[in-house]
């Protein structure tokens, strides 16, 4: 199929390109690299052996997007494209509806424009909030608690309404978990800029040394050692069910929400620790008071994904540490510093193929 892979530069869109690519797809990525390198372009191409097509485009312009469309049609679009960190959706929620909702809207209008039918959207557990009990099912109540979360939300409704609307559009609602890991290659995985927002970045970067302990928020949650309980999913398995996902909607006439989660909860303290045995390095920890707005334990439920792509999380904990560890250690500055690459060769100094349509 051709597909336009939107937000395909950032950290799960670029995973998921590799798996993708793999299956025989062919993908334009689209991308206004707020939040990710154009250096990942010449790392997939490393990966898929491939060119790889990409066009710039801010999905809050809407003649940006509409361009998009202009060339041979899409069989599907999968749309990662959106802002997430939840702490800066506090302070500047009109960004984030703007971006996130406002992008999603002229993503649907192009595509109805296009007449192109099929949507695989990166939704979260986030939509979830603090859930009433776990593990987490499809069905249980929808609560946000962020304008972040608000976001994801507005966007499943708005991509609900479409399909209401046209029952031969067909979208895949897909809400992860916590995603980690990086590919195995090394060449790519999760780059944030500054501080890190999530968990197992902010440990590999004590590992590397660029910081110098894990702050814990709370040691005296109801949890199996006090500290919080999240669904760490490695990127991988995250990727492989985006695949799925398009060969689902090509098949069947239904839309689909589904949870892609391990089903398994892992602590602050086990992550941390495995992370130390796949590094070897030391993880010094201090638990630190709660941060206000976080919940003792949460992870998924992902029957419904196994009933109805067949799909179900292959990698454990220590393959998420390794693969990220092998990342880190490969690029201690992200993608803004050169990789060592197996080939003893500097990043860029092979022809890259990378191809910019447009
Ligand atoms: N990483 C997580 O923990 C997590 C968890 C649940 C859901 N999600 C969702 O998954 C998706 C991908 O997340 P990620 O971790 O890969 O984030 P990311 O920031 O690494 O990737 C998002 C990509 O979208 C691009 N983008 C953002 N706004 C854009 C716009 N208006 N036009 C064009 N490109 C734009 C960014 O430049 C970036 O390359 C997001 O929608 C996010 O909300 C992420």
Known sequence: MRILVCGGAGYIGSHACTVLAERGHDLLIADSFVNSSPRVLERLQRITGCPVFFQKADLRD??????????????????????KAVGESC????????????????????????????????????????PDSVPVREDATLRITNPYGRTKLVMEQLIGDVCESDPSFRAANLRYFNPVGAH??????????GTPNNLMPYISQVAIGRRQRLQVFGGDWP???????RDYIHVMDLARAHADAIDYLAAADRNLTVNLGTGRGIS????????????????????????A??????????????ALLGWRAELDVAAMCRDAWRWQSMN???????????TGKPPGSERTAAVAVG
């Open 268 to 291: 602050v303290l086990e992550l941390a620790h495995a992370f130390a045995v796949a590094s070897g390095r030391d993880i010094p920890c201090d638990i630190v008071g709660r941060r």
């Open 184 to 193: 195995p290659s090394g060449l790519i995985g999760e780059d944030p800029g």
């Open 223 to 229: 949890t199996v050692d006090g500290t919080g309980v």
């Open 91 to 130: 302070e500047r929620p009109l960004d984030y509806f703007d971006n996130n909702i406002s992008g999603t809207i002229h993503l649907l209008q192009a595509m109805q424009g296009a007449g192109v039918k099929r949507l695989v959207f990166s939704s979260s557990a986030t939509v979830y909030g603090d």
């Open 293 to 306: 707005g976080d919940v003792a334990e949460v992870y998924a439920d992902p029957a419904l994904a196994h």
């Open 332 to 342: 201690p500055g992200g993608y803004g510093e050169a990789a060592v690459f197996a």
């Open 62 to 83: 809407r003649d940006e997007v509409e361009a998009l469309f202009r060339g041979p049609r899409f069989d599907a679009v999968v749309h990662f494209a959106a802002l």
